[in-house]
């Protein structure tokens, strides 16, 4: 786990115990990002188009933490953790936190923070959809949402990064608990990384 930097506890009254390990203090260089992860009734450039309340099912099903926050859809390459996820009407908005300890999550901050990234996309399982005949594009309406990603590409193109402020955030809107570390990222991960394996194997896509 080169991505994760830990630190050993002894106990000095008990040598002989094995070490335990202890996540560091969460680096001060955090960053907050604001965005949507997807947006509402345009076609993506793989022939999708996502349908208000495609979302909500998952939204009710799953907490934001919940929903992993990766680079470029690479289950194994965490960039931090959602604090908050909301259908409004222009699509599916974001609201997290990119973590300097991560080593990609230090890449993605460099990258935001001079302007040279800012795409967002989703890795999901299509739950129901329809062909529009007349255009040909596939039309969903209910989505298993599984992650959302930092990508230099974006699939959906009007899917980005509006906002980039500082951790932690001083707004009303301020989100997420102590949990919300390099440690609490652990928990999910492989059951994550099994999820992302079977995407491949199906018709599901990602956007």
Same mark, same amino acid.
């Given at each position: 786990?080169?991505?994760?930097?830990?630190?050993?506890?002894?106990?000095?009254? $008990?040598?002989?115990? +094995?070490?335990?390990?202890?996540?560091? %203090?969460?680096?001060?260089?955090?960053?907050?990002?604001?965005?949507?992860?997807?947006?509402?009734? !345009?076609?993506?450039?793989?022939?999708?188009?996502? $349908?208000?309340?495609?979302? &909500?099912?998952?939204?009710?099903?799953?907490?934001?933490?919940?929903?992993?926050?990766?680079?470029?859809?690479? @289950?194994? #390459? @965490?960039?931090?953790?959602?604090?908050?996820?909301?259908?409004?009407? !222009?699509?599916?908005?974001?609201?997290? +936190?990119?973590?300097?300890? *991560?080593?990609?999550?230090?890449?993605?901050?460099? *990258?935001? +923070?001079?302007?040279?990234?800012?795409?967002?996309?989703? =890795?999901?399982?299509?739950? !129901?959809? =329809?062909?529009? %005949?007349?255009?040909?594009?596939?039309? *969903?309406?209910?989505?298993?949402?599984?992650?959302?990603?930092?990508?230099?590409? %974006?699939? #959906?193109?009007?899917?980005?990064?509006?906002? *980039? =402020?500082?951790? %932690?955030?001083?707004?009303?809107?301020?989100?997420?608990? @102590?949990?919300?570390?390099? &440690? =609490?990222?652990?928990?999910?991960?492989?059951?994550?990384?099994?999820?992302?394996?079977?995407?491949?194997?199906?018709? &599901?896509?990602?956007?």
């Amino acid at each position: 786990m080169d991505t994760i930097r830990l630190a050993i506890a002894r106990d000095p009254a $008990r040598p002989d115990r +094995r070490p335990a390990f202890k996540a560091v %203090p969460d680096e001060p260089d955090d960053a907050v990002i604001d965005g949507y992860a997807s947006v509402f009734d !345009h076609a993506d450039d793989g022939g999708d188009l996502i $349908r208000p309340g495609a979302f &909500a099912r998952s939204l009710a099903d799953r907490a934001a933490r919940d929903i992993k926050l990766l680079w470029q859809h690479d @289950p194994t #390459q @965490p960039v931090g953790t959602i604090l908050a996820l909301g259908e409004d009407a !222009h699509g599916l908005h974001v609201r997290a +936190r990119v973590m300097q300890a *991560l080593r990609p999550g230090a890449e993605a901050l460099a *990258l935001l +923070r001079v302007g040279a990234l800012d795409g967002l996309s989703i =890795g999901f399982r299509a739950r !129901h959809s =329809g062909r529009d %005949p007349a255009t040909g594009l596939r039309i *969903l309406t209910d989505v298993d949402l599984i992650e959302v990603s930092l990508v230099t590409f %974006p699939m #959906q193109r009007l899917a980005r990064v509006h906002g *980039l =402020g500082p951790w %932690p955030p001083t707004d009303a809107a301020e989100t997420g608990t @102590p949990e919300d570390s390099v &440690a =609490g990222l652990l928990p999910g991960l492989a059951r994550l990384e099994r999820a992302m394996t079977a995407l491949t194997t199906t018709t &599901a896509t990602t956007a």
